[in-house]
């Protein structure tokens, strides 16, 4: 038999039935849409205010002492050398919108995904279910994410702030799950021995044994969100994204390798921030650890 007269299965439509859904919910939950659409932009506009209350060299300060008490010196040195060239090459401003986006994309990704996670930790049945969604959501294109969240959010920064938490959120759920899941089960048993209520057990053992894990899930959370900057800028996000795009269509190498170099500052920041924030040296730690060691040492004299 040739394949010209084998058996043809009939077209199934997926695309035609998510077409309908997204139709059905632009029409008929346009309220809920415009809700979540108001408090995103209301956060992002709100962020970046707040961010340019001070000039660059201001913020710079203020943010390379932030990396030296939770990091070090290192971080520190980095943060305001790295951002002092982003702001020699003209970019403050869009860097300043993208780490808003980014922030506010990170917290509402946190806040949906760690609970999840602490769900599918808990209860097989809800791990069965929230596994193949995971799987979809990590798997579809970054870009077909956001066709659907520029017919429920028109253009600008909200749609994308919607399609980058749909894309990051994925490792903060797995993570999560993976991290109370591996918490020892006879530091749970000994709890449970002594009548500590369950949701004590979660809060006092398991997530804190476990937040080595749920910070490494936060950790890649941001740094899919910041890779979704340039995609967001699709959909007039604006931000480095919209230099890099802007880069792109008109060739422009210098202004598309600048626009990339500011993200990648952003990038290294943020992500040594959160990796620090469980296990980095700090000088916020260090000066704990002497508290702790001069009043034990006062003590036993």
């Not at 010209?4 to 997926?14: F, I």
């Not at 290192?74 to 993208?98: C, N, R």
């Not at 009548?195 to 804190?208: A, S």
Request: aromatic share 6%; with cysteine.
């Amino acid at each position: 038999m040739t394949v010209s007269n084998a058996v043809k299965l009939p077209r199934v439509p997926v695309g035609e039935w998510f077409d309908s859904l997204v139709t059905w919910c632009t029409d008929n939950l346009s309220w809920l849409f415009d809700g979540i659409g108001s408090a995103i932009e209301s956060s992002v506009d709100g962020l970046t205010d707040a961010l340019n209350l001070l000039p660059p060299l201001g913020l710079t300060l203020v943010l390379a002492v932030v990396a030296l008490a939770i990091s070090g010196w290192k971080l520190g040195l980095f943060t305001i050398l790295g951002f002092l060239l982003i702001d020699s090459m003209e970019l403050w401003e869009p860097a300043v919108d993208s780490l808003a986006l980014v922030i506010v994309s990170a917290l509402v990704a946190t806040v949906l995904s760690v609970p999840i996670g602490i769900a599918a930790a808990r209860s097989d049945l809800v791990s069965r279910v929230v596994r193949p969604v995971l799987d979809f959501m990590q798997t579809m294109p970054a870009f077909v994410y956001l066709i659907p969240a520029i017919f429920f959010f028109s253009i600008g920064a909200v749609p994308g702030v919607v399609a980058t938490v749909i894309f990051a959120m994925p490792p903060g759920v797995r993570l999560t799950e993976l991290g109370i899941r591996g918490v020892d089960p006879e530091m749970v048993e000994a709890g449970e021995a002594f009548g500590t209520p369950p949701n004590r057990i979660l809060t006092r053992i398991q997530i804190p044994l476990a937040m080595p894990s749920i910070m490494a899930g936060i950790n890649h959370l941001i740094m899919l969100s910041l890779s979704m900057v340039v995609i967001a800028g699709m959909v007039g996000a604006g931000g480095l994204g919209g230099e890099v795009l802007e880069g792109i269509n008109r060739v422009d190498v210098a202004k598309g390798f600048e626009g990339g170099i500011a993200v990648v500052v952003l990038a290294i920041y943020l992500d040594r921030l959160t990796g620090a924030l469980s296990e980095g040296p700090g000088m916020l730690r260090a000066l704990f650890a002497r508290g702790k060691a001069a009043a034990g040492s006062s003590a036993g004299s």
